[in-house]
Structures are given as structure tokens and as C-alpha cells.
């Protein structure tokens, strides 16, 4: 994985308008992009200063985002008064025990080295540094960036909250000596943002799939959409349903939501490898608006419904590429107090 850091330096009284504009113009455009894997927004408030960290499947995916990623940059400067400088680093390690919200704190340490040394830092940060890290109360994540060419590398380290995050800063400084002190390394400085919002995929299907339920029931259609390579979705549903392109998402999409305005997914169990994966869910809602379906349209009911169903999701380069959903026919349409189809399933 690999991210492209934009430092924003500007006027602190414009610093909510920016973020704002990051979390609902800049997100989506940034997660539509072939190869993303989401962003995170940091804010230090009282020096106008926001870091904005795009993350990418590979450094070829990265490089053919820049050119539609500038123009944002750019916007996002006039807004704020203010500058920005990008940096660009590999990600050999992330790891995550909790996925870090709102108001979380992050430390961003930055080290100079021998180039020639960073893949040694890398190990001693996997079998050492890493594992003691985790190991710390309210530690929500934790990541190794480098830039082999440069020798320079940054531990961004994610907590609970800032205070939580402020009561580690005596133990890590230890765990920073002594990583610097093994690998011959600089610390060059020491750096701490409150999270605004983050969208950061480990880089795997099953992270995929979690945000997309994520997002459905967040009602966040644009990242919702955003997470499907639109121009080669392929969906099947029961009854025949058979679609492709924006089309087949808008289909799903406006089916259920329209039908079930409170609907809610509720996870069973995730399975996932590097080809996609299968996510089996409870689907919870009351039928309060029309259910169109190929056999016709259903009236609203009144009815709450509670059933089981299953989705096959095929994936390539951190998008959805298909969709195959299961769900008993049958069961559903009881529940609503309609007669089923023969052989409904």
C-alpha cells in the first residue's frame, strides 16, 4: 500500500469550512479513483494546519490519481488561505486493533536514516518496536511509512482519544529511542492531530466489504457508489434480476431503501481472500414505502421485516467488480404477508 500525504498550512478560522469540504466533495472524488483505499483527514485547530493522507493499492495507482487529485489541492489552498506540500511514501506495515473515530489523536514521528538501512528499521519495527506498541492501553493503530529513496520514514500511531494519547507520550518516547538507537536512526520530529474523519482500508477485501455495510447503513450513497468499479459491475438478485453498470448499483440501491427507509444490515459472518468475498447479514426494516420487484410492485405493509440473506462480491484493484445476492423468496414475502411465487427461494 502506499499514501500521499498533502500537508495544508492555512488560517485556523477556516480550518472547519476546509474539513468539510474534504469529508463531502473530496472523499467521494478520491474513492471513486481505481485503486484507493480511502483517506484520513488530521487537524491540528490552533495553527490551521491539516494533513491529508490519501491511500492507494499500489505507487502505479497513486501516480495516475495526481493529476485528478491536484485540482481539489488547489481548491482546498483557496479556501484556507493557505499552502500545501505533498510527500509520498510506501506502507510495508499497517496494523490495526480497532478502527480509530472522530476526535481519536494521532502521533506522526517523523526519522531520518541511511537508505540503506530502512528495510532493517521496517524488520525491527515488525518483530520489536511494533508488537510493544500494540500492546499499549487505547492504541487504536499503527503504521511504518517509508521513502526507500530518501531514508526518510514516519510511525503514525492512532489513539482512542487525545487524552489517551497524551498519557503515552513518556512510554513511547522510550520505544522512539530505543527504535533509533537499533537502526542508526534520526528523530527528526514528533507531531500530534486530532483524526476528523478516516476511510483507511488495510488494504483487503474483507476491510472492503466492512465499509460498504459500513456505508450503507450510514445511508452514504456517494461512498456507497464509490466503492464499485461502476464500469464493470456485473449484479444478480433472485427473480431473474440481472443488471450491469451504474445501473445495477442504482437498482439495489433504490430497491431496498425506497422499500425499507429504516432498513438496517446486521453482520453474520465475513469470508474474504484476495479474489473477494462472501458476507452473510440479517436484513432489519419496516416496509413503509413500494417494494418493486420483477414479479411487481408491493404496496407498503406496515410490516417489520427480519431475514437472512448473502452476498458473493468478486473485487480487482480495491474495487467491487460484481455482486451476487441470495435471499429466500419465499421467507420475505411471508414475513410481508404476500403469497410467494412457486419455487420462490
Not at 499514501?3 to 495544508?8: E, K
Not at 472522530?102 to 532493517?120: E, K, M, N, Q, Y
Request: proline share 5%; hydrophobic share 40%.
Amino acid at each position: 500500500m502506499y499514501v500521499r500525504m498533502s500537508m495544508l498550512a492555512g488560517d485556523p478560522a477556516r480550518l472547519a469550512e476546509a474539513t468539510h469540504y474534504l469529508e463531502t466533495t473530496v472523499r467521494p472524488h478520491v474513492e471513486a479513483k481505481p485503486g484507493s483505499r480511502g483517506l484520513a483527514v488530521l487537524t491540528n485547530a490552533e495553527l490551521g494546519v491539516c494533513l491529508v493522507a490519501t491511500y492507494w493499492e499500489s505507487a502505479d495507482a497513486m501516480a495516475a490519481s495526481e493529476q485528478a487529485i491536484e485540482v481539489p489541492r488547489k481548491e482546498l489552498a483557496e479556501l484556507t488561505g493557505g499552502t500545501v506540500a505533498v510527500e509520498t511514501y510506501e506502507v510495508p506495515l499497517f496494523i490495526r486493533v480497532a478502527r480509530p473515530g472522530p476526535g481519536a489523536g494521532v502521533r506522526l514521528t517523523r526519522i531520518d536514516s541511511d537508505p540503506a538501512r530502512l528495510s532493517a528499521a521496517v524488520e525491527e519495527f515488525r518483530h520489536s518496536s511494533g508488537p510493544a506498541l500494540m500492546d499499549m492501553p487505547g492504541l487504536c493503530s499503527a503504521q511504518f511509512m517509508v521513502d526507500r529513496e530518501g531514508g526518510h520514514s514516519i510511525v503514525a500511531s492512532t489513539w482512542e482519544d487525545m487524552d489517551v494519547m497524551a498519557s503515552s507520550r513518556s512510554r513511547v518516547a522510550t520505544l522512539r529511542t530505543d527504535l533509533a538507537a537499533v537502526t542508526r536512526a534520526q528523530v527528526r520530529m514528533v507531531e500530534e492531530y486530532t483524526l476528523a474523519f478516516s476511510t483507511v482500508r488495510e488494504g483487503d477485501n474483507r476491510s472492503l466489504i466492512e465499509r460498504e455495510v459500513m456505508l450503507w447503513n450510514e445511508r452514504d450513497q456517494a461512498g456507497w457508489l464509490a466503492l464499485a468499479d461502476l464500469s464493470r459491475l456485473e449484479t444478480t438478485a433472485p427473480g431473474g434480476v440481472h443488471l450491469t453498470g451504474r445501473e445495477a448499483a442504482d437498482v439495489i440501491w433504490d430497491t431496498w431503501n425506497e422499500a425499507f427507509p429504516d432498513n438496517r444490515l446486521t453482520t453474520v459472518s465475513i469470508h474474504a481472500d484476495e479474489r473477494g468475498g462472501a458476507y452473510e447479514g440479517r436484513f432489519l426494516g419496516t416496509h413503509s414505502g413500494t417494494l418493486r420487484s420483477p414479479a411487481g410492485e408491493i404496496g407498503p405493509t406496515g410490516r417489520m421485516v427480519d431475514t437472512r440473506f448473502a452476498v458473493v462480491h468478486e473485487c480487482d484493484n480495491g474495487k467491487i467488480t460484481s455482486t451476487h445476492l441470495y435471499f429466500d423468496q419465499a421467507d420475505l414475502l411471508g414475513q410481508l404477508g404476500v403469497p410467494g411465487p412457486a419455487g420462490a427461494g
